[in-house]
């Protein structure tokens, strides 16, 4: 089994050699469009990454440089562009931009052709309005493509509970009059190595009675196929179900972690009542499994286990 214990960057090189490929090959799901201007589609003009000091906003930055996107050609917005020094050194255009703060966005937009608006976490201001802020202001910028961190689960119908920011975000964006592309992330698989540390730490894991197996994703493969998405034709009006190879629940993850660390793992059923955390993402809607990513990027995503593997000396610290 591959390890992943290349560098990344590799595979984001790796990845350009599919570029002329991915456009045509996507299986992402094409939608209506709204009264959508043509694009040019492809690396074309600067590109906005907002969000760009977070973690997936720095990932995807990265895979920008990777595929050859010139620093110069990035416009990186930030509430603390100061911590974007490493990029202004390279030649980025790093700018203050709050959403919240919408007199600070037409600055901070100023001369993007495509963006990628990354969602924000739950904040002071509602993240509909704050994402709408963030589209109104892009689009009055001249802004032509917007692509979108959105939730899986909008696929499969969801638009309510963790779905219904990102659902309503969606909507204004298809009413905004710019072309666009969804790339509906499902759970980012990273989050599960606190879960598996635990699970050994404890030698034991409580399976739920009823559990809605997730096609979890890390965030470098989320990173990716936005990078992908930025710099390659073909993607305008587009949805794509970001996920990881694999579905799943309690016993999947015990099972990848016993593989790893060769610390067994007693699964323990819940009582009734007990341990809903893998439910917490809401219904059926989240069990989804595509091979967007791999259409995307070239390569196919990092299973649980290759997260695992490249994540070995965590684990074992945390099974004693
Ligand atoms: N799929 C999943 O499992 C999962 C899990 C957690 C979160 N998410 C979503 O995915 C997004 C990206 O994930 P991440 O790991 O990169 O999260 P992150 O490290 O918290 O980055 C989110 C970034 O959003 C930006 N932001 C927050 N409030 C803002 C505002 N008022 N105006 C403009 N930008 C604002 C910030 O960028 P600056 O600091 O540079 O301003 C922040 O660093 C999250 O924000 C959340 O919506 C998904």
Avoid at 62 to 84: C, K, M, N, Q, Y
Avoid at 211 to 221: A, C, K, L, N, S
Avoid at 275 to 304: K, M, W, Y
Wanted: glycine share 10%.
């Amino acid at each position: 089994m591959e390890t992943h214990s290349r560098p990344r960057r590799t595979w984001a090189t790796l990845a350009v050699l599919a570029i002329a490929a991915a456009g045509a090959a996507c299986g992402g799901s094409p939608e209506p469009q709204s009264g959508t201007p043509a694009t040019t589609g492809g690396h074309d003009g600067k590109i906005i990454v907002s969000g760009a000091s977070g973690q997936l906003g720095r990932l995807v930055i990265d895979d920008l440089l990777a595929r050859g996107v010139p620093a110069s050609d990035l416009i990186l917005v930030s509430r603390t562009p100061e911590a974007l020094e490493e990029y202004a050194q390279l030649g980025a255009s790093t700018r203050f931009g709050d959403f919240a703060q919408p007199e600070s966005l037409p600055e901070a937009f100023a001369g993007g052709t495509r963006m990628l608006l990354i969602s924000i976490g739950f904040g002071d201001i509602p993240r509909p309005q704050a994402h709408k802020n963030a589209i109104d202001a892009a689009v009055a910028a001249g802004v032509e493509h917007i692509a979108y961190t959105s939730y899986v689960a909008i696929s499969r119908g969801d638009t309510e509970g963790l779905a219904a920011d990102h659902y309503q975000t969606e909507q204004a964006l298809k009413e905004s009059g710019v072309s666009w592309t969804m790339l509906r992330n499902s759970i980012y698989s990273n989050g599960q190595l606190q879960t598996a540390a635990k699970m050994l730490a404890d030698g034991r894991a409580i399976v739920p009675a009823e559990e809605h197996p997730i096609g979890y994703v890390t965030r470098e493969d989320c990173a990716a196929a936005a990078a992908a998405v930025l710099t390659t034709p073909g993607h305008e009006n587009m949805a794509y179900d970001i996920t990881g190879p694999e579905l799943i629940g309690v016993r999947e993850i015990a099972a990848a972690a016993t593989a790893v660390t060769g610390k067994p793992i007693e699964l323990v059923p819940a009582k009734p009542g007990e341990e809903e955390a893998p439910r917490a993402f809401g219904g059926p809607g989240i069990s989804v499994v595509s091979g967007d990513v791999e259409a995307l990027t070239g390569r196919p995503p990092t299973s649980l286990r290759e997260l695992f593997e490249t994540n070995k000396d965590q684990l074992l610290a945390a099974a004693g």
